[in-house]
């Protein structure tokens, strides 16, 4: 008589146990920022770039509204929040998905478009979820070198080969703070093979003051292969809810509505997202005073001897000297014990430099003081 207890075989393809799809062990997994000290004191958590302002109470209060309605599903076509952004932008709803943060988004578009064989093309210093999400659906990720700090549209355009089937462009680009023109973004696009998605992700748009930006609606508007990603996470103050969006040509948000979870953003999350995009007052504030203290800092870091990437985001990439005692490593271990978080980017590939998020005037003013107390100490 048979066993009853089955043991391990081999089975026809020699593997014993379950294997993940190729790419998958490749990928390292998104480390956050961190979130404490391990001390007493009061922590300012500046390695996240969420705002210091925090939320609308007009979208706290959406929120809170939910409480006795956690038994029903949400409605699975975000249909009021599609219509509150498209009213905010002047865009056409139906051309609007929603996601569980914009990092959902980046992984259904690279989902419904990549495949093994295909390549996915990102910059050097680009953020870490273009990696994780071309490899996850087993594509190739390739890496275009960036020129000073800033994404370089003739190598992004030398990196295409006819396996690309995507281009992940942050504009501004989290960690550097960048941002390319939308002249350059245009050039990048008409350089692209029109069978190539560019996706322009737009998380840091509002706070950029530039005239020569834009987030790229136009350009998605008028063609059949640009895709625009926004997030609720950052000006609107919503990380924990998870929430993003994105606007494409008709066929695009197509496919992606057949792949997307069918209940991907919950109720209290859109709710919040709708009055959120509708207080504009509350946004206007947060620019305000991001404009603010990302010139004040970035003044400040300079005029301690330290470089600071010019930024049009909500925060700012420090470079620390390659000097004992003074280096990005040892700023990070004296802020830390002060009770400051900030980012540690060698995962970009910029160990010899620390990001900093804008925080309340409290925070930006201990940074300084702290900075300049490591930078003016004698150490070794
Ligand atoms: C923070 C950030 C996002 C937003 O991610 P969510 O999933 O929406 O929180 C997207 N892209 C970049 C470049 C970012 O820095």
């Known amino acids: 008589m048979a066993s009853p207890v089955q043991t391990a075989s081999a089975s026809a393809s020699g593997r014993t146990r379950p294997v993940p799809r190729p790419g998958v062990m490749d990928i ?88 093994p064989g295909d390549e996915g093309v990102f910059t050097e210093h680009g953020f870490l979820v273009y990696r994780i999400a071309i490899l996850a659906a087993g594509g190739t990720p390739v890496v275009a070198p960036e020129r000073n700090l800033t994404a370089d549209v003739d190598a992004i355009l030398a990196a295409v080969t006819p396996r690309t089937r995507i281009v992940f462009l942050a504009n501004p680009n989290n960690p550097t703070g960048t941002y390319l023109p939308f002249e350059e973004v245009k050039r990048l696009h008409a350089g692209l093979p029109p069978d190539v998605l560019l996706v322009l992700d737009a998380a840091y748009a509002e706070y950029v003051r530039r005239n020569d930006y834009s987030s790229g609606i136009e350009l998605v508007a008028t063609s059949d292969n640009v895709v625009m990603t926004r997030t609720f996470s950052k000006i609107h103050g919503l990380a924990n809810l998870r929430l993003g969006w994105l606007y494409a040509p008709a066929h695009v948000a197509d ?54 990437t010019p930024s049009v985001g909500n925060f700012l990439l420090v470079h620390f000297p390659d000097a004992a005692g003074r280096t990005a490593r040892d700023a990070d271990a004296f802020l830390t014990a002060r009770g400051l978080i900030l980012r540690r980017v060698d995962a970009y590939g910029l160990p010899g430099a620390l990001r900093l998020t804008i925080g309340d005037e409290e925070a930006n003013r201990l940074v300084v003081a702290a900075l300049a107390e490591f930078m003016g100490g004698s150490r070794g």
Not at 32 to 53: F, M, R, W
Not at 56 to 71: N, T
Not at 89 to 104: F, H, K, M, Q, T
Not at 278 to 292: S, W
């Open 255 to 308: 496919a992606l509505n057949r792949i997307r979870g069918p209940f991907n953003v919950s109720g209290p999350a859109m709710a919040a997202g709708a009055a959120a995009i509708a207080d504009e007052g509350h946004v206007a504030r947060a620019i305000a005073h991001n404009d603010a203290w990302l010139s004040w800092l970035t003044r400040e870091l300079e005029a301690l001897g330290l470089t600071v």
């Open 28 to 115: 390292h997994a998104y480390v956050p920022g961190k979130s404490g000290a391990g001390g007493a004191g009061k922590i300012h958590k500046l390695s996240s770039n969420e705002t210091p302002l925090g939320p609308s109470p007009q979208a706290i209060a959406a929120y809170a509204a939910f409480g006795d309605k956690l038994a029903l599903y949400p409605e699975g076509s975000a249909s009021v929040l599609r219509e509150a952004i498209a009213a905010r932008y002047g865009l056409d709803p139906a051309r609007i998905v929603c996601g569980a943060g914009s990092d959902e988004l980046l992984s259904l578009l690279t989902a419904a478009y990549v495949g």
